[in-house]
C-alpha cells in the first residue's frame, strides 16, 4: 500500500485533535498558566518580571506535557475500544505503519504546542532566549509522546498508561539531579545499601533521557550562549525514541488479533 495507512493513520489522529478536546486543553492550559503566572509575579518580592517568566516558562512546559500525553493515551484506547486498530491490522500492510502514523503525528503536534509556547513567552521573553527553549520543547514532547504510545499499546488501559508516562517524565527531569546526589563525597559509603541505590540510579541515568536538560526555565532569563546543545539534546531525543520505537513494534507484532 506503500505507505497509504500510514499517511491515514496520521491525517486521522491530527484530525481527531483539532475536532476533540485538544483546542480547548491547550486553551485552558495556556490561560492558567498566564493567570498563575500573574499571581506569583504580584508575590514576588523582587525580580518580579523574571520570576513570572521563570513560573509561565515551568508552567506550559508541565501543561502540555500532560495535555499531550493525555491525548496519545486516550487516542489509542479510544480506538482500541471502537476496534479500529484490529481493522488496520487486518489490512495487507505493515503493523508498523499504524505505530509510524500515530508517532508521525504526535511529532506535528509536538512542534505545534511548542511553537505556542513559544509565542506566548514572546510577550515578555526575547527572541534569543524563547527559540531555544521552545525548540528543545518539541523535542521533550516528542519524546514523552513516544513514551505514551509505548505504554498505552502495552499496557492497553488509559489510568495505567497515564501514570507509567507521568513516572517516566518525573524520573527523567530528576535522574540528573539523583545521579549528581549519588556521586557526591557525602553519600559514599561502604554500605551495601548505599552501592545498590547507586547502581540503580546509574542504570536509570543511562536507560532514560536526561530531561532536566530540556525546555529548562532559565533560559528564557539567561538565554544560551549559541545554543550548543542543541545537537547532543537532538541526537538523544532521537536514540531514545528509536529505542522506545522498537520496543513497542516488538509488543505489537507478538499481539494476536
Known amino acids: 500500500m506503500g505507505g497509504r495507512v500510514l ?3 496520521a491525517f486521522y489522529t491530527l484530525l481527531e485533535a ?5 483546542p480547548v486543553l491547550v486553551a485552558v492550559s495556556l490561560g492558567v498558566a498566564f493567570a498563575l503566572s500573574a499571581i506569583g509575579e504580584a508575590m514576588a518580592t523582587g525580580e518580579a518580571l523574571s520570576t513570572r517568566i521563570l513560573l509561565l516558562g515551568a508552567m506550559l512546559r508541565a501543561f502540555m506535557v500532560l495535555t499531550l500525553a493525555f491525548f496519545v493515551v486516550t487516542s489509542v484506547v479510544r480506538e482500541e475500544n471502537d476496534r479500529v486498530v484490529e481493522m488496520v491490522f487486518s489490512q495487507a500492510c505493515p503493523r508498523s505503519d499504524y505505530y509510524f502514523g500515530k508517532l508521525a503525528a504526535c511529532a506535528a503536534l509536538a512542534v505545534v504546542l511548542a511553537g505556542l509556547c513559544g509565542l506566548c513567552l514572546l510577550v515578555h521573553a526575547p527572541m534569543r532566549a524563547v527559540a531555544p527553549w521552545a525548540a528543545s520543547l518539541s523535542l521533550e514532547l516528542w519524546m514523552v509522546s ?3 504510545l509505548f505504554c498505552v499499546l502495552t499496557l492497553r488501559h488509559a489510568l495505567s498508561a497515564l501514570l507509567a508516562v507521568l513516572a517516566f517524565y518525573v524520573l527523567g527531569r530528576s535522574i540528573g539531579a539523583l545521579r549528581r546526589l549519588s ?12 552501592y545498590t541505590v547507586d547502581a540503580f540510579v546509574t542504570f536509570l541515568y543511562y536507560l532514560l533521557p536526561d530531561l532536566g536538560r530540556y525546555a529548562s526555565a532559565d533560559w528564557l532569563v539567561y538565554p ?6 542543541a545537537p547532543s539534546l537532538a541526537v538523544q531525543a532521537a536514540i531514545w525514541v528509536a529505542l522506545v520505537s ?12
Open 146 to 148: 513516544a513514551a505514551g
Open 224 to 229: 544560551p550562549d549559541g545554543f550548543a546543545e
Open 7 to 9: 499517511r491515514c493513520v
Open 183 to 194: 556521586e557526591s563525597p557525602l553519600t559514599e559509603s561502604a554500605d551495601w545499601m548505599e
Open 246 to 257: 522498537g520496543a513497542a513494534l516488538f509488543d505489537l507484532y507478538r499481539r494476536n488479533l
Open 18 to 22: 483539532w475536532r476533540g478536546r485538544l
